[in-house]
């Protein structure tokens, strides 16, 4: 790995008195254990100094495991360089190494948003803690397994982060389904054990259907074949398969210690979870990490107020509960009558909004960003100006000739030069260099970026059109060569996994609701959630729409391997919803043979805690949005935009509508196929069935 120290100086970088303070830092630089620096007054470092602009350059060359310590390297270098001052002078650090790595962090941002949402919607510390608490279990087992499973696999630098971020999102939500379902089944007067064993025999059939939907979807990627993207598959799978036991394993016990009490909060309580998020929140955006850990502290201790005897009742006062409406006066009720009375608005509707955000998509260009896509105060995005200003835009990333053509001639070499200098886009070629047994080897520096459409024109043009017409065997390689053959092999294998993708999921869903219609629907319109949010991110990312406003430095291509990995969780996620959602309509239509009030009920039942679940993994998701990394930006984006998308129009807009305007039709299904097919229930036992066995 290799990074760079980069300086400039009005009164130019070979002044003596920068020349010795600079080679004083780098001599401090290289005395740091594995560190070795190439100073550009040295004469293997010659190149580093530009010959239009007072800017030069040195080399640094490290071997450092971990984020920490290239945390701490990256901060020992600024300190040695802060000590260097001379007028006019100024210093820049570019490359990986001092690419950023800082507050907020985004777990613990997606975390309290998730606290927030879950005291709003349920209205009881106890029913908010319990789901946060199998999430945080199983989020902290999951990251171990994939720590374990590096070791065996080849993954990514960000696969625990991404791991992270997919883990948190699905295990609240799974765990906030079961809780859900468990307080329904103690307003419907059960005892605390029951409900939790009803709640597992429904709810969590599901979740674990869903569980399984997601990785099945995540292991589609092993179809691309390539070793780092089976790493990400295996990271995003383990993190779902934790999350899925946790919440049938951990969650049920932990509800049977709550019981009823689950119900009820204190104003103590109340105000200690205020207390806990607030100074959480003013710590993270402060970057006082202090408060991280006094906050819960304080929270406890505030909560632990109402329980010291002698003090005002007033903190052990209950909260009063919230009274349920009849179901016939909620809201959602209400929203599905609407809809369902208008259904072809609706769907038309809906469908339209979907379109429109997916249209960017048909202009969507594969590649690799780099440097010059973080924001403008961050040093190395300063460096790496600085570079481009001085050696030119593609002078970081050359495109690499090679051949080991017998016929080579000095003719034939020199036809190779003038060829490739003769390209509009090509700043210069180096002369060939050989290296032994009829190799030789040319440097070519665009003139434009590494992350630019034109390098990439300019990739094709040599290969197709330059290098054919020298009569010379040149191959094309480096790293904006390799980013093109990269891009365009995922983009042929990206179409077997959606493929295969989808051919799985409407089996499953086939055999799981006993329909034909249910699961082609659920297909077409996750496959709308997909394409909405790879149309924002090209919008924001590639065409630069608003990239302000999210940090990105300027507009470039869409990683690479983005558009199959999104595929693959937002496929499945969306799948959870439409499991949670249908089953309920499923269960309602079983029990009273109505098509319509089986939708409107189903929707009233499961819309709140879908609103929550999907806000929920929206913070999560969105909060990655802060940080620094793009790959980690495009990806929180996209994923927080689909599941946005995908809780509100489709689920409660286009899944009604549809769903009306097929009526009974939604639950046909050939009788010689229904005798084939394997019986799947995720809905459960039905509650007659239940109260006639328990009987």
């Known amino acids: 790995n290799t990074a760079q120290i980069v300086f400039t100086a009005p009164q130019g970088t070979d002044d003596p008195e920068i020349k010795t303070a600079m080679e004083g830092l780098f001599a401090q630089v290289a005395e740091i254990e594995g560190l070795a620096v190439t100073s550009p007054f040295s004469p293997e470092g010659a190149q580093f100094n530009s010959t239009t602009k007072p800017i030069s350059f040195a080399q640094i060359s490290y071997d450092v495991k971990g984020q920490s310590e290239a945390i701490e390297i990256a901060d020992q270098i600024k300190a040695l360089g802060d000590e260097v001052q001379i007028d006019g002078l100024r ?28 005291l709003i919607a349920f209205g009881s510390v106890l029913a908010m803690g319990l789901p946060l608490g199998t999430a945080v279990f199983g989020l902290f087992t999951g990251i171990g397994l994939v720590g374990v499973a590096s070791k065996l696999l080849e993954m990514p630098e960000f696969s625990t982060q991404m791991a992270a971020m997919i883990g948190l999102g699905v295990g609240i939500d799974y765990a906030l389904f079961i809780v859900t379902r468990y307080r329904e089944n103690l307003h419907a007067g059960l005892d605390p054990e029951e409900a939790t064993v009803r709640a597992v025999d429904t709810s969590g059939r599901a979740v674990v259907f869903a569980g ?25 799978a383990i993190a779902v398969l934790v999350m899925m036991i946790a919440s049938i394993t951990l969650l049920p016990s932990l509800l049977g210690f709550a019981g009823r009490s689950i119900e009820n909060t204190s104003r103590a309580a109340a105000l200690g979870v205020a207390t806990w998020v607030t100074l959480s929140l003013v710590g993270i955006f402060t970057g006082a990490l202090a408060l991280l850990l006094i906050g819960p502290l304080l929270g406890i201790v505030v909560w632990g107020v109402g329980f010291a005897p002698g003090l005002n009742r007033w903190m052990r006062t209950l909260l009063p509960h919230r009274k349920e409406k009849p179901r016939e006066q909620q809201f959602w009720w209400r929203w599905s009558r609407f809809v369902q009375r208008r259904p072809w608005t609706a769907f038309f509707s809906g469908a339209a909004v979907l379109v429109v955000l997916a249209l960017p998509l048909f202009d969507i260009r594969l590649g690799f960003g780099d440097t010059g896509n973080l924001p403008e105060d961050y040093t190395a995005r300063d460096a790496y100006d600085l570079i481009a200003e001085g050696f030119g835009p593609g002078y970081s990333a050359p495109l690499i000739l090679v051949s080991n053509d017998p016929a080579t001639t000095d003719a034939g070499l020199a036809a190779v030069a003038q060829a490739v200098t003769a390209d509009a886009n090509v700043a210069f070629i180096t002369p ?13 520096y665009p003139n434009s970026s590494a992350q630019d459409e034109a390098t990439s024109d300019l990739v094709g043009r040599l290969r197709a059109d330059v290098l054919p017409t020298t009569g010379l065997d040149v191959k094309v390689g480096g790293f904006n060569a390799g980013s093109v053959d990269f891009a365009d092999y995922l983009g042929g294998r990206l179409p077997l996994l959606i493929g295969g993708v989808l051919i799985v999921s409407f089996l ?3 055999i799981v609701f006993r329909s034909l219609l249910v699961p082609l629907k659920a297909v077409i319109m996750n496959l709308l959630s997909v394409g909405a949010a790879y149309g924002v991110i090209v919008a924001i990312f590639q065409w630069g729409w608003g990239k302000d406003l999210i940090g990105v430095g300027k507009a470039g291509p869409v990683e690479a391997w983005a558009p199959m990995m999104l595929f693959a969780i937002v ?21 009273t043979g109505d098509n319509a009030s089986a939708v409107a009920d189903g929707l009233a039942v499961t819309a709140r805690v879908i609103t929550a679940a999907a806000l929920i993994m929206v913070c999560v998701f969105s909060a990655f949005v802060l940080g620094v990394d793009r790959q980690l930006k495009l990806f929180g984006l996209g994923m927080a935009v689909a599941v946005l998308v995908d809780a509100t129009v489709v689920r409660m807009v286009l899944v009604p509508a549809t769903m009306e305007l097929l009526g009974d039709r939604n639950w046909w299904i050939p009788k010689w196929l229904d005798r084939v097919l394997p019986h799947l229930n995720v809905e459960g036992p039905r509650p007659q069935d239940l109260d006639d066995h328990s009987a």
């Open 91 to 118: 210093i820049e650090y570019g490359g990986q190494l001092f690419a950023g790595f800082e507050f907020p962090p985004s777990e613990i941002l997606g975390f309290l948003a998730a606290v927030i949402i879950l």
């Open 212 to 236: 399984i939907t997601v990785m099945v979807s995540l292991l589609g990627l092993f179809v691309v074949g390539l070793a780092f993207v089976r790493g990400l598959a295996v990271a995003g």
């Open 432 to 444: 060939a260099v050989p290296l032994g047994d009829g190799v030789f080897l040319w440097q070519v």
């Open 508 to 510: 499953l869903l086939m």
């Open 571 to 591: 496929f499945g996620l969306s799948m959870d919803y439409e499991v949670f959602l249908l089953s309920r309509m499923k269960e309602e239509f079983d029990r």
